[in-house]
């Protein structure tokens, strides 16, 4: 009776451990399928991201040395003593030195953002590529809500100086799209006005 009833219960132990065996490799395949969902919603974040700010971010690596601070200057909104942003340089030959400003990252998008208390800042960089010193004679926001604060006014060839604007959405009762201007005046002499500017979109509530 026994020697009857032994193969099929050894049947039976071989179907549970092919179920088993199955339920673990449904088990694995779930979680992988979980982690290429996890994986391909981040990426599609990063590209949403990417596409709101309209730049790649810069890495330090890519920028020229930071200049000494000398003479930082601080930037508010004076339309008296702004610079003409129409002046027109003039042309340099080549074998004369002559400082050369450089803006990697002019413009800057913040996408939306609460228009409450709590300001946002993007710091854009100065560089001088050129082989004289490069001066930065002024700095004008086009907006009392905008400042921006300029670490060095006197940048050397080869280095950079970072210029931090902050905008207050809470400034003014703003709302919907805003695009604000920095206007630099320097010495570059084919180049007398450089600006950066940013946008924003201010959501109430």
């Known amino acids: 009776m026994s020697m009857k009833t032994q193969p099929r219960r050894t049947g039976q132990s071989r179907r549970r451990a092919r179920s088993k065996r199955g339920n673990t490799w449904l088990w694995l395949l779930g979680l992988a399928g979980l982690a290429l969902v996890i994986g391909g919603l981040a990426t599609i974040r990063n590209k949403q991201q990417n596409a709101v700010t309209g730049v790649r971010p810069l890495e330090v690596g890519e920028l020229l040395p930071l200049a000494e601070p000398v003479n930082p200057i601080e930037g508010w909104h004076d339309m008296d003593n702004m610079p003409d942003p129409n002046q027109v340089g003039q042309v340099v030959p080549p074998d004369q ?91 570059d002499p084919d180049q007398p006005v450089v600006e950066v500017s940013f946008t924003a979109n201010v959501r109430k509530g």
């Open 97 to 187: 030195p002559q400082p050369n400003v450089d803006v990697p990252l002019a413009e800057y998008d913040f996408g939306t953002i609460p228009s409450g208390p709590g300001n946002v800042s993007q710091v854009f960089y100065i560089q001088n590529t050129g082989t004289e010193v490069l001066e930065i004679r002024s700095v004008v926001t086009s907006c009392g809500c905008t400042t921006a604060n300029l670490s060095s006014s006197v940048i050397p060839p080869g280095t950079r100086a970072d210029l931090t604007v902050v905008f207050d959405p809470d400034y003014h009762d703003t709302e919907g799209p805003v695009t604000r201007v920095v206007w630099l005046e320097t010495n």
